[in-house]
């Protein structure tokens, strides 16, 4: 707003000076429309008294004169009015006074551009015209004869003469104004600058001052306690996390964020009132905007008005983290102190004078000191003097040490070891730590001990060590001729396999001979043989004779299994179908007796695998069920899919294997022996086989079995997916 004040004084004398100018102008128009009708009136009235005059005056210079001196105002003549008349021919032949050197002169040469006015008279109207080469204005009126005209001119000069003088005054006074104006418009301006400057100055001052009050955590405060309000500095609130406000605070706003337990501001203002407190010192704890309380520090001084109105004005500092590093140290002193008195080692503390300043009750208890003797100040020379004397003190090197530490063995009067650390501090002090060293001087001796036995131990060892490599040379020897053998009777095993193997077609054929001829015989078809006890025998040799095919059935197959000759097929494989081709071969045999076969399967179920193969290890799995489960007894068969595996389970509730068994299941040529089984022919291949053959086709067979509850197996076969069960896939493998 301060600024705006140059441009409006400015903006007023240019609004001043322009009225004055269309004031002037306007007062020029009006004199010279003035002067026009004074000029028309004036020659209309001339026209009028000249045709009065007598006729009989032919002497156009002599009615010329008594025009101008009878007719012509005397008023206009003081207002430089100049008359001109002419006649016929339009000379001039008579003029006011101080125009006679006209006379005698054409009209057109006394004013320039006057034409019109002889020609026209009254009805040119006012004119602009030159007379001696002044501009003025001219009218004119025709008189009659012996006259031409008369002409009335006003030089323009006399006519603003006093329009001038006015114009010029007010022009002389404005300016004086506008000087007057201007020397104050220039004081304004200089006191206007010396203001903003010292504004900017308590600007720039008070910003520093609350730069420096929040960097420094530092508010202003102003407590008027007449009217009982409180200004703040901004810093204040900042402090606070509060709003800044220009407005003050009431003593009630104050006192709701003092905290409750740090006394009342009340009472100090009534001490202050009173007169009994000059000045104010205190901690006291506020809240702030988030519901936190902080600590400040505030010191005011009582200030008495001119108005003899007392205020308290002070700082207030935060001191939150003061105080909570004072807490922080007073803790850690605590926490140092009680660390120091629950250690084990002995610890003493002196200052660069050599008195006493910390030590421990392991300290006392040492060296048989009291409290008493270990005050605070002490002198060592007199805490030593008090203390217990060592009987014997050794020092102690070592290229570990740093400057200003040594160490020390101390052997007390009881018997004990310490080792006494000392390091000196940078400020002249020193630290002393004693260690109970007693045990490690014990160990000392025992390890001695021990170090001598050690010696004698390696070279007792040494010779053992001697012993133990002829020997393991000596085993190495073994161990050579033991692979050897190893290796010529696994060539042997090989053999027996292959031979096995390969001897399958003569084994075979001799044994179907034997089988076929004694079933001819058993059923007599060549008609009878006469004697019902070779009919038994017939019976009894077609019976060996199954029972050896298929025993050599099953060392063959095992034999081709160990040789890896073993050719299994990877085709698609109807589960359903192979277990009811093997469930009806052995229910004539559960038949016999008077077993219960119960089948647990889904109708519709893919295998991937041999379909020989997975035949031959149900019938192996059920008929083993069968044989050892007794009479009456329950046999069940269940499937089911799992995680892309079908998984089949042969249980009965037979004989049952001891757990000790177990481990030797499905091994060739081994089977359980116990009273119930010895009655049963086998040689324990079956079960061997359906293990092998369940592995080779990825799967896998557990077996679970409780003595005199039954048997369990299951068994593990990859399932075909939907995408393969569409179109089967055959491959062999060996």
């Known amino acids: 707003m301060r600024g705006l004040i140059p441009y409006c004084v400015i903006a007023f004398l240019v609004i001043m000076a322009l009225v004055r100018i269309i004031s002037a102008i306007d007062e020029r128009d009006a004199i010279e429309a003035r002067a026009a009708n004074e000029l028309r009136v004036v020659a209309s009235l001339l026209r009028a008294e000249?045709?009065?005059?007598?006729?009989?005056?032919a002497d156009p210079r002599?009615?010329?004169?008594?025009?101008?001196?009878?007719?012509?105002?005397?008023?206009?003549?003081?207002?430089?009015?100049?008359?001109?008349?002419?006649?016929?021919?339009?000379?001039?032949?008579?003029?006011?006074?101080?125009?006679?050197?006209?006379?005698?002169?054409?009209?057109?040469?006394?004013?320039?551009g006057s034409q019109p006015l002889s020609v026209f008279g009254e009805r040119a109207g006012v004119m602009s015209v030159r007379l001696g080469g002044q501009p003025a204005q001219a009218t004119a009126a025709l008189l009659t004869e012996p006259l031409g005209s008369v002409v009335l001119v006003r030089v323009e000069s006399q006519m603003f003469a006093d329009w001038r003088?006015?114009?010029?005054?007010?022009?002389?006074?404005?300016?004086?104004?506008?000087?007057?104006?201007?020397?104050?418009?220039?004081?304004?301006?200089?006191?206007?600058?010396?203001?903003?400057?010292?504004?900017r100055l308590l600007l720039d001052q008070h910003r520093r001052v609350e730069t420096a009050l929040s960097r420094g955590r530092c508010g202003l405060w102003d407590w008027d306690l007449a009217r009982g309000r409180m200004y703040w500095s901004r810093s204040m609130y900042e402090i606070l996390g509060m709003a800044p406000r220009e407005e003050v605070l009431s003593f009630s706003e104050v006192a709701a964020l003092l905290h409750p337990e740090d006394g009342s501001f009340f009472e100090f203002a009534r001490q202050i009132a009173s007169g009994s407190v000059g000045h104010f010192e205190r901690s006291f704890r506020m809240r702030r905007a988030d519901g936190q309380f902080l600590w400040l520090r505030a010191r005011a001084e009582v200030v008495r008005t001119p108005d003899n109105e007392i205020h308290l004005i002070g700082v207030a500092v935060d001191v939150s983290e003061n105080q909570l590093l004072a807490r922080m140290t007073?803790?850690?002193?605590?926490?140092?102190?009680?660390?120091?008195?629950?250690?084990?080692?002995?610890?003493?503390?002196?200052?660069?004078?050599?008195?006493?300043?910390?030590?421990?009750?392991?300290?006392?208890?040492?060296?048989?000191?009291?409290?008493?003797?270990?005050?605070?100040?002490?002198?060592?020379?007199?805490?030593?003097?008090?203390?217990?004397?060592?009987?014997?003190?050794?020092?102690?090197?070592?290229?570990?040490?740093?400057?200003?530490?040594?160490?020390?063995?101390?052997?007390?009067?009881d018997g004990r070891w310490l080792q006494i650390s000392q390091r000196s501090m940078p400020d002249g002090s020193h630290v002393a730590i004693g260690t109970d060293v007693t045990q490690l001087k014990v160990h000392q001796e025992r390890l001695s001990d021990s170090e001598r036995r050690l010696m004698a131990t390696i070279n007792d060892l040494s010779a053992s060590r001697r012993d133990a490599e002829t020997k393991a040379r000596e085993l190495a020897e073994l161990n050579h001729?033991?692979?050897?053998?190893?290796?010529?009777?696994?060539?042997?095993?090989?053999?027996?396999?292959?031979f096995l193997a390969n001897m399958s077609h003569e084994l075979r054929t001799p044994l179907n001979a034997i089988i076929g001829f004694s079933e001819i015989m058993h059923e007599e078809s060549f008609g009878p043989i006469g004697n019902a006890k070779y009919t038994e025998y017939a019976a009894d040799i077609h019976q060996s004779g199954h029972y050896l095919l298929k025993l050599i059935n099953d060392i063959l197959d095992m034999s081709k299994i160990e040789a890896g000759r073993m050719a299994l097929a990877r085709e698609l494989v109807d589960f359903p179908a192979i277990l009811a081709e093997a469930t009806k071969i052995v229910e004539v045999q559960a038949g016999s007796k008077n077993l219960r076969l119960r089948v647990e399967s889904p109708d519709n179920l893919t295998l991937i695998g041999d379909r020989r193969a997975a035949k031959q290890i149900l019938l192996n799995l059920i008929a083993n069920a069968v044989k050892f489960t007794g009479a009456g007894g329950e046999v069940r068969v269940r499937s089911r899919v799992r995680q892309g595996h079908v998984v089949v389970t042969i249980a009965d509730n037979g004989i049952g294997i001891p757990r000790s068994a177990l481990k030797s299941l499905g091994r060739p040529f081994e089977q359980v022996e116990n009273e119930l089984t010895r009655t049963h022919k086998g040689t324990g291949l079956g079960l061997a086989i359906a293990r092998s053959l369940v592995e080779l086709q990825g799967g896998r067979m557990r077996?679970?079995?409780?003595?005199?509850?039954?048997?369990?197996?299951?068994?593990r076969l990859p399932c075909a997916e939907d995408g393969e069960m569409q179109s089967p896939l055959i491959s062999v493998a060996a």
């Not at 000379?91 to 006011?96: F, G, L, N, Y």
């Not at 503390?349 to 008493?372: H, I, M, P």
């Open 50 to 57: 000249e045709a009065g005059f007598d006729p009989a005056m």
């Open 62 to 112: 002599q009615r010329a004169n008594q025009l101008l001196t009878s007719t012509l105002p005397l008023f206009l003549k003081d207002d430089g009015l100049a008359a001109l008349v002419t006649d016929r021919q339009g000379r001039v032949v008579a003029t006011t006074i101080g125009q006679e050197a006209t006379l005698g002169h054409s009209l057109d040469t006394v004013l320039d």
């Open 165 to 199: 003088r006015t114009a010029s005054l007010s022009v002389t006074l404005f300016c004086l104004t506008c000087l007057v104006f201007l020397a104050i418009l220039v004081a304004y301006y200089r006191q206007a600058v010396r203001a903003g400057m010292a504004d």
């Open 330 to 413: 007073d803790e850690a002193n605590t926490r140092l102190q009680n660390a120091i008195e629950n250690i084990s080692e002995t610890f003493v503390l002196w200052d660069a004078d050599k008195r006493l300043v910390l030590c421990n009750s392991k300290y006392q208890e040492v060296f048989g000191l009291t409290d008493a003797d270990v005050q605070i100040g002490t002198a060592f020379e007199v805490v030593r003097a008090k203390g217990r004397k060592p009987i014997a003190e050794r020092k102690l090197t070592s290229s570990t040490f740093v400057q200003g530490e040594r160490a020390s063995e101390t052997l007390l009067a």
């Open 481 to 498: 001729k033991y692979i050897v053998e190893k290796e010529r009777a696994e060539s042997a095993n090989q053999a027996k396999t292959t």
């Open 703 to 715: 077996i679970a079995s409780t003595p005199g509850q039954g048997t369990a197996v299951s068994i």
